[in-house]
C-alpha cells in the first residue's frame, strides 16, 4: 500500500506496537488528524496489547511455565507481525485474531 495516505500514518501505526503506552501515544497521536491507516493499526495494537496482558494474567492461574510461555509467544509473534505490516504499510489484519478486533474496537476512528 505505497499512498501518501498510509506514510502519513506510518509512524503513529508502528508507535502503537510499542508497548501498551505506544498505542495510547499513537491513540493520542492520530486524534486530530483521523488517518485511517493509523486507525487501523492502532486498533489493532490495542486488542493484541489488551490480549497479552489477559493471557499473561490466565497463564498464572494454570501455574505452569509451558503455558505461560506457551500465551506469550503467541502473543509476542502476532505483535512483531502487526508491526511488520504497519512498517511495510500494509493494512492487513493479524491471523486468527485481527478481524475481531477490528470490530471491537471500531469506535477508534
Known sequence: MESDYAKQGKTAAIIAYITIFGTLIAFFMN???KNQ????????????????????ALAEIFNSIF??????FFSIVLIIYGLILA???EQKTVP??????QEWFNFIK
Open 31 to 33: 486524534h486530530d488528524r
Open 37 to 56: 491507516f493509523a486507525s487501523f493499526h492502532i486498533r489493532q495494537a490495542l486488542g493484541l496489547w489488551i490480549m497479552f496482558y489477559l493471557l499473561v
Open 67 to 72: 503455558v505461560h510461555i506457551g500465551f506469550w
Open 87 to 89: 512498517s511495510r504499510e
Open 96 to 101: 486468527i485474531v485481527g478481524p475481531y478486533f
